[in-house]
């Protein structure tokens, strides 16, 4: 394990630099591909199949106007399509076109890639403890708020 003479932040602290690197590692991966951060997290988010634009909302938190921009240039580009979602007529569900999962799928291995090897020399069990305690704090969030903290696509395992 690689340790340093900095002192080891708060928790609260060590969370906000965590996602702070998360978002630089999509931002890393974004550019090699030619996606801004947001449309590679839209993209991996997709890679399991289409998802409606409220969940899209939630979970890239996004308000719906940015969010039908995001979607707007991701289509215009010929990554995404919308399609009319069968159980609600008025409602469409965003998907990846062939195109759109080529992107995606490099795009979700880059940032895999990249998250995996920033933890490379933690020891196993502390890499399941970390894991674990988010998972807490996600089940946490759920139970407050009645809302399931999860996210469409492959980050469910593993990555």
């Not at 890679?47 to 996004?62: C, D, N, Q, S």
């Not at 799928?105 to 998250?115: C, E, I, N, P, S």
Request: charged letters at 25%.
């Amino acid at each position: 394990m690689v340790t340093t003479n900095e002192p080891v932040p708060g928790f609260t602290e060590a969370l906000v630099r965590l996602a702070h690197l998360v978002q630089q590692v999509y931002g890393e991966v974004a550019r090699e591909h030619d996606l801004t951060p947001q449309q590679a997290q839209l993209l991996c988010l997709l890679i399991g199949g289409p998802v409606g634009m409220t969940e899209l909302t939630r979970a890239l938190h996004l308000e719906k106007s940015s969010l039908t921009g995001l979607v707007d240039r991701a289509e215009r580009r010929g990554l995404v399509a919308r399609v009319r979602d069968s159980r609600d007529r008025r409602a469409c569900l965003i998907e990846l076109t062939g195109e759109g999962t080529r992107t995606a799928v490099l795009a979700h291995d880059g940032v895999t890639r990249q998250l995996e090897t920033l933890a490379a020399d933690l020891p196993a069990e502390h890499r399941e403890l970390v894991a674990s305690a988010i998972g807490g704090i996600l089940a946490g969030h759920t139970s407050r708020t009645g809302r399931a903290w999860s996210t469409p696509g492959p980050h469910r395992q593993g990555g």
